[in-house]
């Protein structure tokens, strides 16, 4: 997706015009803009093509004002084009989809762009009311940032942008910081860049005479409806194939990224199943689930399917541009997504990558208690600690960061708790699931694939298509927990043939026979059933499991993930690490040296795998390296 930047600025732009053009920079195929930036009175704002993109219409003035977009809308733009000629007898047919977004703003109000299908941002200037309006998509997966100066305005897609302001001071956000040591993220509206803040998902921003205000105009409602399985399986058929033809809209070559997962399996289906040339490829380490089940789904495909190995010294290959390119919004752990960008380079002319994100999170991984309960420990609590707070507790923030800061720091659980609470849903898991999907999949997912995928490819998510996600959020829950019945049943129905690839560490079919279920069932009671203190007594036998030979016959540590993050931390990546953390001069004076170098040295001797925190605390490092901060 390109770039959206502008800003408004009271008495005059001196300055602010030369802040605008420099703001295209070369990153791995960015071009220059080769629009002029909209310049009005008091306003002037511009977009930053990628080198994938059409630059056609993203661009757009009428009567001294002016829009500017970027990702994609759905068949929404060809309503807008009706309604228009209707309205007004305007030929529709010369008209850009920004002068379609435009001259609805004025026909219609700002209403009738709130909510659009698709993942978009957008920027109107109106000229006569001298009055900013910015909106996204409604889940806010299309990031617009802003800032408030002494001046006025400034608002950009990518955070990077508008700390080259002249006049931004740059430092660190203590909250947001907080929120990353935490989880992996910000929560929220916050960002580690002190100031600048980020649009909340389903809102309007509106700023008016030095004066920012939000309209929210969608939420998550959980609202599940009676019904029985057979009730919901053709529609679920139904909305999701619609939802993957709104997104390809006649396109013949996609490309899609296939895991073992259920979400990337049913994308690679539909596309085989609309005759679509489809590319796949599977990124995992040799013999790993995800590596080993993607290559099934894309050979029992036929699709152009090519794998990738990661190595244990792919956190050193690729966190600095990772973190680059998410402007350091996301832990450097899932960094190995960016070995795609070796695919673009062997098929440049291959622009759109069909995305499975959302698809696991709606259907059912996320909406279930499967976790592990602790007596006398409230249910929200253990949501809270296992699922959002990953890396370190709160009770843990005092221990990482210097003294003073942790005491003016505002609780992570308390916000989350907050957010939970306030959810529209009935019960408690429903309240969490939607909690987990506006949080951790909006800055956590959507980051990891938008902001970086977004600088090589056309990025489509048809999970998160507006129909689609309305019809699962009446879905009763019963059909979408732990066991994603009605997922498994799609398949079974719909994709046989991918129905018969297994799915899990078990090696477990979607679809296979009551007596193999049932083993897989009772081989996964007995290991549950083995205590905790029992492996604890072998501890020498554990450190075996990651000798080179146990991880080739298969019984190495961590054998069924995609990535085992602590080795490649102890192993290929390790002189990274050592490096970040003997960088004092990025460390001294918000990190506890002693502690951090205490946690690594007991990674590295296997006494704990802490790879949440060593990578959060060098995700903040490497940021600060990167934006002199």
Known sequence: ??????????????????????????????????????????????????????H???????????????????????????RLALSSGADIEIMTDAEVLLKSYFAFGIDSLQGLNGLYGIAIWDNKEKRLSILTDRYG???????????????????????????????????????????????????????????????TLTYKDKKVSFRKYWD????????????????????????????????????????GGFDSRAMAGLSVYHGLETFTCTLGRQGSRDYRYGTMIGKKLNTHHTKFDIQ???????????????????????????????????????????????????????????????DGVPLIQLHISQRFLR????????????????????????????????????????????????ERVRHFNSNILLSAAGYKWNVYAPFMDNQFVDFMLTVPKGLTDANQKLFRSFFIKFFPELASIPTDKTGKKIKQSWFRDGICWRLERLKGKIPRRIGQQFSQLDKLKYHPLAQRIGIGKNRNWLVDVDEAIRTGSAPYFRGLFSDRDHMADIFNVDFVDKLFDSHLKRHTNAYQKLCAVATIIEWRRQYSI
């Open 312 to 374: 244990s010294d792919y956190i050193m290959k690729y966190s600095s541009k990772g973190v680059l390119l998410t402007d350091g919004q996301v832990i450097c752990h899932p960094f190995y997504i960016l070995r795609i960008f070796d695919y673009k380079k062997t098929q440049d002319s291959l622009n759109t990558l069909i995305s499975g994100i959302g698809g696991g999170e709606l259907i059912g991984v996320m909406r279930h208690g499967n976790i592990k309960k602790i």
């Open 141 to 203: 997966f299309t990031k617009v940032y802003y800032w408030l100066s002494p001046k006025g305005i400034v608002f950009a897609s990518e955070c990077k942008a508008i700390i080259n302001h002249p006049e931004y001071r740059k430092a660190i956000d203590m909250e947001g910081l907080a929120n990353f040591l935490g989880a992996g993220y910000c929560f929220g509206e916050n960002t580690l860049f002190k100031d600048i803040k980020l649009i909340p998902y389903g809102c």
């Open 391 to 438: 890396a370190f507790r709160d009770n843990e923030l005092h221990g990482i960061l210097v003294r003073g800061l942790h005491s003016a720091i505002k609780q992570n659980y308390i916000y989350v708790q907050q957010k939970i609470e306030n959810a529209y849903a009935e019960e408690l898991i429903d309240k969490i699931w939607v909690t987990l999907v506006s």
């Open 220 to 259: 998550y409602v959980v609202q599940p409806a009676d019904g029985a399985l057979e009730d919901f399986l053709e529609k679920f058929f139904h909305m999701l194939n619609s939802a993957y033809s709104r997104c390809v809209n006649g396109r013949e070559r996609v490309f899609i990224p296939l895991s």
């Open 1 to 54: 997706m390109g770039i959206l930047i502008g800003t408004v600025t009271y008495p005059d732009l001196t300055n602010n015009e030369s802040f605008i053009l420099s703001a295209a920079r070369h990153i791995d195929g960015l071009t220059e803009n080769k629009n002029h930036p909209l310049k009005f009175q008091g306003c002037i704002m511009g977009r930053i093509f990628f080198a994938h993109e059409a």
């Open 56 to 82: 056609a219409g993203k661009v757009a003035a009428l009567e001294d004002s002016g829009l500017i977009w970027t990702g994609y809308i759905n068949d929404d733009i060809n309503v807008l084009r009706e």
